[in-house]
């Protein structure tokens, strides 16, 4: 654990799985802290803490290794508004959105059970995005307000798991071992159906059976053969004899 003063640093290093080591890159142009990364064709995108502003914002050419400062990245309209401590970023269909999160966390659905959207829930929050229309609804809050629990989406359905629960009036607070789901909109356990298409029998070609040649040809042919050799036989005495 790092004690003291926090500091705020530039560093930008790169893990290498296959080797198992660390390289240091182009550092970020500004220092800062608590940042959000996504990436997108291929670059990164770099947001630093934003609370009631935009912070700093970067985006970094891995194949280059330079940095560059990025566009206009859009929140939510809540993000001003509702006393954030922290912000996501998040990458739906190749956009990155910000948004305000208070200690929580977000997790986007799959489209097979329910909706492709994007939820963000925080202790008293619940903003829903949907890419389909590019719009935030307010989803149902979690019946147990806590913060820095663990989002987990199975089935398109999302679990919410442990964190810290306020105790009393006074703010305390201690761990929670809570766990609840959440049905999310539009959520059906129905998968889409083709329309029913009736599959065509297969046909085959009656073929006429084969004759039995070969019991014909041993039984018929092979007397006939011995007739004929004995009548050329025949015909052979007698010309012999009529000379």
């Known amino acids: 654990m790092i004690s003291g003063n926090p500091v705020v640093t530039s560093v930008n290093e790169v893990y290498n799985i296959a080797t198992n080591t660390?390289?240091?890159?182009?550092?970020l142009p500004d220092s800062d802290m608590n940042l959000q990364a996504t990436v997108i064709n291929g670059e990164i995108l770099v947001k630093g803490v934003a609370y009631l502003g935009e912070g700093s914002s970067y985006i970094y050419?891995?194949?280059?290794d330079n940095?560059?400062?990025?566009?206009?990245t859009p929140?939510?309209?809540w993000y001003q508004t509702e006393g954030a401590q922290n912000y996501l970023q998040i990458n739906v269909n190749n956009k990155t959105m910000i948004t305000g999160v208070q200690d929580g966390a977000a997790t986007e659905t799959s489209g097979i059970n329910g909706p492709v959207s994007v939820y963000v829930i925080g202790s008293r929050v619940n903003e829903?995005?949907?890419?389909?229309?590019?719009?935030w609804t307010k989803g149902a809050v979690m019946p147990t307000?806590?913060?820095d629990?663990?989002?987990?989406?199975?089935?398109d359905l999302l679990y919410a798991i442990g964190g810290f629960s306020q105790t009393n009036?006074?703010?305390?607070?201690?761990?929670?071992?809570?766990?609840?789901?959440?049905?999310?909109?539009?959520?059906?356990?129905?998968a889409p159906t083709a329309s029913p298409t009736k599959t065509p029998t297969p046909t085959t070609t009656q073929l006429p059976s084969p004759n039995p040649t070969v019991p014909e040809f041993q039984v018929l042919t092979i007397p006939i053969l011995f007739a004929m050799m004995f009548i050329a036989g025949l015909l052979v005495y007698f010309k012999k004899h009529n000379k």
């Open 22 to 27: 660390w390289e240091t890159k182009a550092p």
């Open 61 to 64: 050419n891995p194949a280059t």
């Open 67 to 72: 940095w560059s400062t990025s566009i206009a």
């Open 75 to 77: 929140f939510s309209s």
């Open 128 to 135: 829903v995005y949907s890419p389909s229309n590019d719009s």
């Open 145 to 147: 307000l806590r913060s």
């Open 149 to 155: 629990f663990g989002l987990a989406v199975s089935n």
């Open 169 to 190: 009036s006074n703010g305390n607070v201690a761990p929670s071992a809570v766990n609840e789901q959440y049905t999310p909109f539009g959520y059906s356990t129905q």
